[in-house]
Every structure is written in C-alpha cells, then in structure tokens.
C-alpha cells in the first residue's frame, strides 16, 4: 500500500493505493455519512465493515448518470436526512459517479467533505483525483461542474478483480496521456510491462495509479482551476476526445474517444510543425500495443459531425477565436498553443471523417 499528502492550494488531500486501503474509511467513522455508490458495484457489505452506520444512495453509474436531474434527485434525498458541513459524501464507483457525487459535495450546503473511492482503473489513475467534477448539459461533455477537493481518495485494488479488461484499457488511455505529455518514464514502463498490465498484475498496477495519481496532482497543484495554461495539458487528446464524445450522442466511452483525439491532436501538431517527427507514431505505436482504438474508422457508432464541431465551439479551453491546446513535442514533453477554432474544426473534420 502507498500513501501520500498532498497540498493543493488550501486543502490537504490524503491519497491511499493499494489491496485493502478500504480500511481507512474507519477513520471517518464518527460522522454523519453518505454513501453515493454504483449500483452495479457490490460495495455495501464492503463499505459496512469500516462504517456500520452509513446512508447509501445507489445510483445508475455511466455517462446517463452525469445529467442535473439526477442530480437534483440525489439532492432530495439529501434533503430528506439531516446533513451538516461537518459531515461527508463517500463516492464509490467509476469515474461518471465520482464526477456527479463529487459535483453534489461541493454544492449541497455550499460545500460537504469529500471522499472518492474509485472502482474503476480510470477512476483510479484519473477521474477521481484533481477535484473536477460535474455533469454533461446539452450534448456538452462537463458543461456544469466545480473544482472541489476530495479530502480522501482510495484507490482500493481489489476492486478491479471485478473489473473487465475493456474497462481497465479505457483508464490505460489516461495513463498513456499522461506518458506522452508529463512522463516518459511511464511511457517505457508500459512500453516494456504489456502482458503485466493487461493480465492486472497487482504490483504494476498499483505503480502505475500511484505514479499517474503523482503525475496528475502535480499539474493540478500549479493550476488547480485551469487559469494558468498548465492543467490543460491533462486535457490532450480531449478537444476531439469530447467531440467523439458529443458526436455520438455520448455512446462511445470517454477512454476509447480521447484514445482516437491524441492520435488527431498528435496529427496537428506535426502538421502545424510542433510536434517532433515520429511522435505521432510513438503515439500509435503504445495505443495499438494495448488494442486501443487509433481511428474513427474503429469506433462503431454513427458520428454526427455537426454535433462534433459544436462541442469543439464548447470546449473549455476555448478563449475567444482560439483554443488552448496541449501539443506534444516528443514523448514525454508538451507545449501549449493558441490555435484558431476554426483550424481545429477544420482537422477535426479530416479526423471524424468515416
Ligand atoms: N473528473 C475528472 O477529472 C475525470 C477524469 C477522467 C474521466 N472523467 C469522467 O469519467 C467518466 C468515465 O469513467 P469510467 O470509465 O470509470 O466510467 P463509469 O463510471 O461509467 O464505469 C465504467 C463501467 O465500469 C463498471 N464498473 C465500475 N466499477 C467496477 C468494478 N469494480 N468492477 C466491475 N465493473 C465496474 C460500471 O458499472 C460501468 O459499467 C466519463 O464521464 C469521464 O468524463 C472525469
Ligand atoms: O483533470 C483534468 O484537468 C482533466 O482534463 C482530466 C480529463 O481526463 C477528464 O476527462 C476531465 O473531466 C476533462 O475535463 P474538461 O474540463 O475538459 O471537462
Ligand atoms: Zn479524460
């Protein structure tokens, strides 16, 4: 098991890694505690055995669950039990119900103590860790969310004894984004560990979400709310990712759309001369190692590019004519680049094109 504190802007955040770090939820035993869970996840008896006295709300997890009705039925049930700001949500599950227990935290009485129990590897070396957090609104990827730290995250492995190979590749996408921008160490690590990684050796698994939860807390401590120009280099691969997303109505998973978006995203940077020649290829090269999806041609839901185009106009990096992109040099390395909107629309529909 693996542990650190970590600073960011005015919160401590404790992360713990490893088989059993469940445990530590007996630390909060004497508060008043809400359990926002999965209900496709058997986490109750789980959870009972550090917190006998625990209120659970189970949710319907995927990117269904990332709407502001369900919200505001979660809310209501709140409501209806007697929740002070000494008190704590408890996120259990992948990356849609953290996003959407987390968004909950940080507004109901303006502001409750969080703790994110990732089940999913996304969730693990991604979705539960930097504070973002929120809900989709109008075929827009997060258009409504907070930056709201959790106090706590475990990365408990035994949860992904459960989980399938197709979903641990999902999170493998994430990691593979942090290797090509922030890490080339982890890069070669995942270059050289393939069947490990792939058959849930628990040792390597716990390295790479320890290292990913490392490499990602360390952007968010210099730009915790993406005004530096710094915490958008998590967002690579993501102005197309979410544009594959949006196209599609929300049926392809985020880890399989942003696996295509770096390989386009990589492609404009070559094309406009700032990414080093064979970084595109590095790219490919580890997506396809792992059978990640590098083309549209791969993904096998109808795209409407209309609705692609429009999530681009929304992309939270967007300033004015231009977007913020996080642009690979050579792996391991980034620069960010001012681009037209118009030029990222134009290679977008070059990429989205079936
Ligand atoms: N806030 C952030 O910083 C951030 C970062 C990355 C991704 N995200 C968001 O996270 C979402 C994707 O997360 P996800 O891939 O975890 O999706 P998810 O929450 O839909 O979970 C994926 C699938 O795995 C199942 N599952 C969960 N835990 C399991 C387990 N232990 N065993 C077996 N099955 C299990 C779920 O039921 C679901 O079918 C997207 O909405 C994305 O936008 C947010
Ligand atoms: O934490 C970040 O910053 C990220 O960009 C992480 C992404 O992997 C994640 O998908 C995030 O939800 C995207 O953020 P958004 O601001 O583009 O909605
Ligand atoms: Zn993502």
Redesign the pocket.
């Known amino acids: 098991m693996r542990e650190s504190l970590e600073d960011i802007c005015c919160s401590k955040i404790r992360v713990i890694v490893g088989e059993g770090s469940l445990s530590k939820l007996s630390e909060i035993k004497d508060s008043n505690t809400v359990v926002i869970y999965?209900r496709?996840?058997d986490v109750t008896d789980k959870i009972n055995k550090y917190l006998p006295n625990v209120y659970f709300i189970p949710i319907n997890?995927?990117?269904s669950a990332?709407e502001l009705s369900n919200v505001i039925s979660i809310v209501e049930k709140l409501f209806e039990r007697n929740f002070d700001r000494g008190d704590y949500v408890i996120a259990v599950?992948?990356?849609?119900?953290?996003?959407v227990a987390g968004f909950i935290a940080s507004i109901y009485l303006r502001g409750l103590n969080l703790v994110n129990v990732p089940?999913?590897f996304?969730?693990m070396v991604?979705?539960a860790?930097?504070g973002?957090?929120g809900v989709n609104f109008n075929n827009i990827?997060?258009l409504i969310g907070t930056f709201y730290q959790p106090s706590m995250i475990i990365s408990d492995l035994e949860?992904?004894e459960?989980?399938?190979i197709e979903?641990l590749k999902?999170?493998l996408a994430?990691v593979i984004k942090y290797g090509l921008t922030l890490d080339k160490e982890l890069y070669d690590y995942l270059s050289l560990n393939k069947d490990r990684v792939i058959n849930k050796d628990k040792q390597v698994l716990e390295e790479v979400i320890f290292r990913s939860t490392l490499d990602k807390l360390g952007i968010v401590k210099e730009d915790e709310r993406e005004t530096k120009g710094i915490r958008i280099v998590l967002n690579f691969g993501h102005t197309i990712g979410h544009a594959i997303e949006a196209g599609s109505s929300f049926n392809v998973?985020?880890?399989y759309a942003i696996s295509v978006g770096m390989v386009c995203e990589a492609k404009i940077a070559e094309e406009l001369g700032y990414a080093e020649e064979g970084v595109v290829e590095d790219v490919l090269w580890l997506l396809q190692l792992y059978g990640l999806p590098y083309d549209i041609s791969q993904i096998d839901a109808p795209i409407d590019i209309r609705l692609a185009l429009n999530a681009i106009n929304m992309d939270k990096k967007h300033r004015k004519d231009a977007i913020l992109m996080p642009f690979p040099t050579r792996i391991g390395s980034w620069k960010k680049v001012e681009v037209p909107l118009d030029t990222i629309k134009g290679f977008a529909e070059q990429c989205l094109k079936k």
């Open positions: 999965s496709r996840v997890d995927g990117e990332k599950g992948g990356g849609t119900v953290t996003d089940t999913t996304l969730g991604d979705a860790i930097g973002k957090n990827k997060n949860f992904l459960t989980l399938p979903e999902k999170g994430e998973p985020h880890g």
